[in-house]
């Protein structure tokens, strides 16, 4: 996929990187993969590359198009072997500048505003009260985010991929999915619809897909990253969902996988990453 010009109503500044991963998993008896990989076509796409092996065969997979430009890719007849995806992609990241409208916006809202399976947001809404009550628009986003930043231990491997916000709350740790997850279920407790996002995120270390909450504030969505392990201006927008149920990696249909390798890259083309104040909203393409 290419697109040649940058949307309208994108801010005219924008930053080039280039992205992607490679990954390999052992595979008994799958007959379909569902894969979220690609940049999200709410991007300027220079140039990408996508290229699937399964049981030993090259694989054109199907693209499939979900909410907010989400591209998932199906796979079909894996099979027993290896199933391996390479990707790559150079992406112009730009922010948008309009204000969105319409039936959409007015639905989205009101459906990230639901508690969800990773983001219990009726059972912590007691606890967001009790912490950010009073709070509103900007102030009540980055007072979340920031709470959730300095309440919290980040520590790779420390969840399981069952594990909801409560339970991030209960253990006092967990990573970026999680820290997304609270912020999401706390502020849909407060009354502010809230989503989470998949990206490609230049500057993490160590590098790997990364998760960020976003939301809906002064009639657009802002970014909360409260890993705060990456600058939000350079994030590049892969899948959008009420939680990671919606924004999974890897899903399959019958059979068994197994993990045997994985590798995402992420940077900028040129120049040095930009400075984040945490203060400031920042909006993704």
């Known amino acids: 996929m290419t697109q040649t010009s940058p949307d309208?109503?994108?801010d005219a500044t924008a930053m080039t990187a280039k992205v992607g991963t490679t990954f390999a998993y052992g595979t008994t008896n799958v007959d379909a993969a569902l894969l979220s990989f690609a940049v999200s076509d709410a991007h300027v796409i220079v140039d990408e590359r996508v290229l699937v092996h399964a049981?030993?065969?090259?694989?054109?997979?199907?693209?499939?198009?979900?909410?907010?430009?989400?591209?998932?890719?199906l796979v079909e007849g894996v099979g027993s072997g290896w199933l391996e995806v390479t990707y790559e992609a150079t992406v112009e990241i730009t922010r948008p500048t309009d204000i969105p409208s319409g039936l959409g916006v007015e639905y989205d809202q009101w459906v990230?505003?639901?508690?969800?399976?990773?983001?219990?947001?009726?059972?912590?809404?007691?606890?967001?009260?009790?912490?950010?009550?009073?709070?509103?628009?900007?102030d009540?986003?980055?007072?979340?985010?920031?709470?959730?930043?300095?309440?919290?231990?980040?520590?790779?491997?420390?969840?399981?991929?069952?594990?909801?916000a409560v339970d991030t709350v209960l253990a006092g740790q967990g990573v970026c999915r999680d820290y997304a997850h609270v912020v999401i279920a706390m502020l849909r407790g407060m009354g502010t619809p809230a989503r989470l996002v998949s990206v490609y995120a230049p500057g993490l270390e160590p590098m790997d897909f990364h998760a960020v909450a976003e939301a809906w504030v002064d009639g657009a969505w802002h970014?909360?990253?409260?890993?705060?392990?990456?600058?939000?201006?350079?994030?590049?927008?892969?899948?959008?969902g009420r939680d990671a149920a919606d924004t999974a990696?890897?899903?399959?249909?019958?059979?068994?996988?197994?993990?045997n390798r994985q590798r995402v890259h992420a940077a900028l083309v040129e120049g040095d990453l930009p400075a984040d104040d945490y203060s400031q909203g920042v909006r993704l393409a």
Not at 140 to 164: C, M, P, Q, W
Not at 223 to 240: F, G, K, N
Not at 250 to 259: A, D, K, M
């Open 8 to 10: 309208s109503s994108s």
């Open 55 to 73: 049981a030993g065969k090259e694989i054109t997979p199907t693209e499939l198009r979900g909410d907010h430009g989400t591209r998932l890719h």
């Open 112 to 138: 990230y505003m639901r508690p969800s399976r990773y983001a219990e947001s009726d059972r912590l809404a007691p606890l967001a009260a009790r912490n950010f009550g009073g709070l509103t628009g900007m």
């Open 140 to 164: 009540l986003i980055n007072g979340v985010g920031e709470y959730v930043h300095k309440h919290f231990a980040y520590i790779s491997g420390s969840s399981r991929g069952t594990d909801g």
């Open 223 to 240: 970014i909360v990253d409260a890993t705060q392990l990456a600058p939000r201006e350079s994030l590049v927008r892969i899948a959008t």
């Open 249 to 259: 990696f890897l899903t399959t249909h019958n059979g068994l996988t197994t993990f």
